[in-house]
């Protein structure tokens, strides 16, 4: 379903924007086994889109070029589980819904797909239901879907730190031309965690008052993502993306993540636009998407 028949046939839609780390450091490990993290976030122009109308009973429907892959999905979808637990804390009020999920993010990819798509749910159904919960409560139902959905429920720039949970706005970064590829090869989280050398790596350290793109720039230029060298070595294809976004005039390069979805900074919309195009001639079968992310200040 195009985006604009999306929109004509659902009451209320939101769009579920690609989540992009842009810096990932591995600070710790709780006893319990989720690990601590400093994250440098911003969100992209592309991602899912949904679209939430009242009907009879709940349904929930598929649609874009990755929604085959999530098709017998059931109870695990996170969208029925955002519906649900919200659901819970409502009662009565909240009637039945037909949710259409429009998947246009690969799956698993590092970008927060699921992530997003949850929290656009929670967005999306407490306006069609007519609801508003304090910031905590719903802050709380966020966190119970997974780390990053509290992160996806803002939408904008911020640091993440701790399992995800501990939330800075960041209204000072900019908005970048980025150029983002995966070569549609899953990566197992658990694995490349496994694999990593060391858990208890600097933490993230910006310096006070940065201010326009190049200071970002460098700023982010200097940081890492800790996951990145292990996810290398379980889908070698996303060194080949990193040097193909670098040959193609990537500003930075970088991982998202847990991968496999890489990303490349460029000093213009046009620029990236030229090299996605480069990139989807030379590999037509991996996912390359031009986008532009969100400023601080949206």
């Excluded at 842009?22 to 710790?28: E, S």
């Excluded at 656009?120 to 159904?125: E, K, N, Q």
């Excluded at 996951?227 to 996303?238: G, W, Y």
Aim: glycine share 12%.
């Amino acid at each position: 379903m195009p985006e604009e028949g999306l929109a004509e046939a659902f009451g209320v839609t939101e769009a579920a924007r690609a989540k992009i780390n842009l810096a990932l450091h591995v600070t710790g490990q709780r006893a319990d086994g989720y690990h601590l993290l400093d994250m440098l976030v911003t969100f992209a122009d592309c991602g899912d889109r949904l679209g939430f109308l009242p009907a009879q009973a709940d349904a929930f429907t598929l649609s874009g070029p990755f929604g085959k892959t999530l098709a017998g999905d059931g109870g695990t979808n996170l969208v029925l589980r955002a519906r649900d637990l919200l659901r819970e804390q409502l009662g009565a009020l909240a009637f039945p819904v037909h949710i259409h999920l429009q998947k246009n993010l690969p799956i698993a990819s590092g970008i927060g797909g699921g992530s997003a798509d949850a929290a656009a749910t929670l967005r999306g159904l407490m306006r069609l239901w007519g609801m508003d919960l304090p910031v905590e409560t719903l802050a709380g139902i966020a966190l119970k879907l997974g780390a990053d959905v509290p992160m996806c429920l803002e939408s904008r720039p911020l640091i993440a730190r701790g399992i995800g949970e501990r939330i800075e706005a960041v209204p000072e970064l900019p908005a970048f031309a980025m150029v983002l590829a995966n070569p549609l090869k899953g990566v197992s989280t658990p694995e490349v965690f496994r694999r990593l050398a060391a858990k208890d790596n600097s933490a993230l350290s910006l310096a006070a008052g940065l201010s326009g793109t190049s200071g970002w720039l460098t700023a982010i230029g200097s940081a890492r993502n800790d996951l990145e060298a292990p996810a290398r070595e379980l889908v070698p294809e996303i060194t080949m993306i990193s040097q193909m976004l670098q040959a193609h005039g990537a500003l930075i390069t970088r991982m998202s993540g847990s991968g496999a979805t890489c990303f490349g900074i460029f000093t213009s919309m046009a620029a990236a636009r030229e090299a996605a195009s480069a990139l989807h001639g030379e590999r037509p079968d991996w996912y390359v998407e031009a986008t532009e992310t969100v400023s601080g200040g949206m």
